[in-house]
């Protein structure tokens, strides 16, 4: 199946730093989403960007899917930004999502 | 309010029991699926159903079960077969008319007393 890799695994902000998290994946693909999961376990879709750029808010996304990777953008970090990122795709010979690894954010006061 | 309701929120099994998660969504998505996500990791497919009356094994899906007798509810019942039953589940939908944006519930902690 399709291989989804995060990084960094680990990421430690100040308030209001600005942040790049990158997801690579190893087929192409007619889905691709990013999650937000926070400290009570409760996942949140942020994007659905199979390619091109979106934004919402401090937050936005990037895929290149020729590439086959996409980067979620952090500006001014809040404390409510941490928690897991997961970067979820699937490909055009599948019928469900894969989830990579997921980055850690810690964002500090 | 229209998502996701999961329940319950924690469930204890004891050694050879069977035990039952409920998921149930007013969203009127067509797809529902199951995941499990064990400490410092990420989601796992258990099963999905993308029609009533009919479900697909994901990728770890020996010792569970699930119906889909119904559009809003996709139950997972973590048979006694499944040895390392100790995980978050996580109980998922979509449209998969429109753009396939997958909307999770809060999800259920399972541990084995």
């Known amino acids: 199946g399709i291989q989804v890799e995060q990084s960094p695994p680990d990421l430690i902000l100040q308030e209001g730093a600005n942040s790049t998290l990158r997801c690579n994946f190893s087929?192409?693909?007619?889905?691709l989403q990013w999650f937000h999961q926070n400290p009570w376990g409760q996942l949140i879709n942020l994007f659905y960007i199979p390619s091109g750029t979106k934004q919402n808010g401090r937050l936005s996304a990037t895929t290149v899917a020729t590439e086959r990777y996409s980067l979620l953008y952090i500006s001014s970090s809040q404390t409510t930004d941490s928690g897991v990122y997961f970067c979820a795709v699937e490909s055009f010979n599948d019928y469900k999502l894969s989830f990579g690894a997921g980055t850690t954010v810690t964002v500090r006061a | 309010d229209g998502g996701i309701t999961q329940s319950p929120k924690y469930l204890f099994r004891k050694e050879g029991q069977n035990v039952t998660l409920s998921c149930e969504q007013n969203l009127n998505h067509d797809a529902m699926y199951w995941y499990r996500q064990d400490p410092g990791q990420g989601l796992r497919l258990i099963y999905y159903?993308?029609?009533?009356?009919?479900?697909q094994k994901g990728d770890i899906a020996e010792g569970y079960s699930v119906s889909r007798e119904k559009k809003e509810s996709f139950p997972l019942t973590v048979t006694s077969a499944q040895k390392n039953p100790t995980a978050f589940y996580l109980c998922?939908?979509?449209?998969?008319?429109?753009?396939?944006?997958?909307?999770f519930g809060s999800g259920t902690q399972l541990s084995v007393l």
């Open positions: 998922a939908s979509s449209d998969t008319s429109t753009n396939e944006k997958l909307f």
């Open positions: 159903s993308q029609i009533v009356n009919d479900f």
């Open positions: 087929d192409s693909v007619n889905n």
